[in-house]
């Protein structure tokens, strides 16, 4: 939950600007910045701005506005990346299962090459 958010979270760093990133595309909404570890040639991930941790705490606190807005910055980083031809992935790691690392909510684009299939 927003209550639990974790202000000093790498990403909330990235995001006041303490921590320099890769930006690849920024609007009100979002943020998405190249990966420090990519793992296929364009790896971007994309963030909202607000303190959500989980999909639970952005589908209950966010507006809708600022979930369109986060979604569309998805769409649109693919595009301009020129991944919308050849095609690319979105992950999102959710929770310990999954090993989010980071707790503030991301989507990650992989893309570049032919990617292998998806593994779970
Ligand atoms: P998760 O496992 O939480 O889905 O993924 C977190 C991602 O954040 C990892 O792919 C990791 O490489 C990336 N990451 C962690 N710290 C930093 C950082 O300081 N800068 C950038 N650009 N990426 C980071």
Redesign the pocket.
């Not at 910045?33 to 570890?37: A, C, L, S, V």
């Not at 999954?98 to 980071?102: D, G, I, P």
């Given at each position: 939950a927003i209550a639990d958010y974790d202000d000093n979270n790498?990403f909330a760093r990235?995001l006041r600007g303490e921590?320099p990133?890769?930006t690849v595309y920024e609007d009100q909404w979002a943020l998405a910045?190249?990966?420090?570890?990519p793992?296929a040639p364009v790896?971007v991930?994309v963030i909202p701005k607000g303190r959500y941790v989980s999909w639970a705490d952005f589908s209950k606190q966010a507006s809708t506005e600022e979930v369109a807005g986060f979604v569309r910055a998805v769409g649109t980083v693919g595009e301009m990346l020129g991944l919308e031809a050849p095609g690319y992935r979105l992950?999102?790691?959710a929770g310990l299962d999954?090993?989010?690392?980071?707790p503030h909510l991301?989507v990650?684009i992989f893309g570049g090459r032919k990617l292998g299939p998806m593994l779970v």
């Open positions: 790498i990235i921590i990133n890769k910045f190249h990966d420090i570890n793992q790896h991930l992950l999102a790691n999954a090993h989010q690392e980071v991301h990650h």
